[in-house]
């Protein structure tokens, strides 16, 4: 299977405790993202990386996130002292140089589902 | 400000009907749109985009309209199957062409 890849798929974790997720994107993708999505909601944005640049943060992403993508391949994002509002899917999609014919299309991964408890 | 977002929550269409799922947005320099399919478990799948040059666009039994004069954009399912079951997102670039805005979505279910 060569399309972006999580994780883990889930994660239970009880509060308090620090949390990390993986992400592997398509391999000839330099841009990589990460989405938050809650229960009945679309996904929303957190980070943006090109290559091994982290360009782009939201103010959802609060000081206990943090994001990593150290050689531009993989990425990492993880969570300190985790609460029960972090519960949600984490999901990571990817997207090649410059978009494809002015298309802005990303490859989303399965996600990882958190659950605080 | 920026806002993507759908009429519907949920759609209940008997197989074999055609499926209409609408999508209205507030920015009238919007000029890319997508559509994305999100079965249970699973993450976004892209299905068929549109830029704003253009008023339709056909896929293989998709096709997204955009109004530009209201902002608002629909996917057509023709012949919806029991496979097409899944929430159904809009979503568009943010200023930045980076990250992307998705609506909540709306689930579509096909009844045999």
């Known amino acids: 299977d060569t399309g972006v890849s999580q994780d883990p798929r889930h994660k239970i974790t009880k509060r308090g405790q620090n949390v990390t997720f993986r992400c592997d994107p398509i391999s000839e993708h330099n841009r990589l993202y990460w989405y938050r999505q809650t229960l009945g909601q679309g996904p929303e944005f957190l980070t943006y990386?090109?290559?091994?640049?982290?360009?782009?943060k939201s103010r959802l992403l609060s000081d206990r996130f943090s994001a990593e993508r150290p050689k531009g391949s993989f990425s990492t994002l993880e969570i300190q002292r985790t609460e029960q509002g972090d519960s949600a899917m984490y999901l990571c999609?990817?997207?090649?140089?410059?978009?494809?014919?002015?298309?802005?299309?990303?490859?989303f991964g399965p996600g990882t589902r958190l659950t605080v408890t | 400000g920026e806002s993507v977002g759908l009429h519907l929550p949920t759609l209940s269409v008997q197989e074999g009907d055609n499926s209409i799922i609408n999508c209205a947005y507030s920015?009238?320099?919007?000029?890319?749109f997508i559509w994305y399919k999100q079965e249970s478990g699973k993450g976004p799948q892209f299905i068929i985009d549109i830029r704003s040059n253009m008023d339709k666009r056909q896929g293989q039994r998709v096709t997204v309209l955009l109004n530009k004069t209201v902002k608002h954009l629909s996917l057509q399912i023709a012949a919806t199957q029991p496979g097409d079951s899944a929430v159904y997102f809009c979503a568009e670039p943010d200023t930045g062409r980076r990250a992307l805005t998705f609506g909540s979505g709306t689930r579509l279910q096909v009844q045999p």
């Open positions: 920015n009238s320099a919007s000029d890319y």
């Open positions: 999609a990817s997207s090649p140089p410059g978009g494809i014919a002015g298309s802005y299309e990303q490859y």
């Open positions: 990386f090109q290559n091994e640049a982290q360009l782009e």
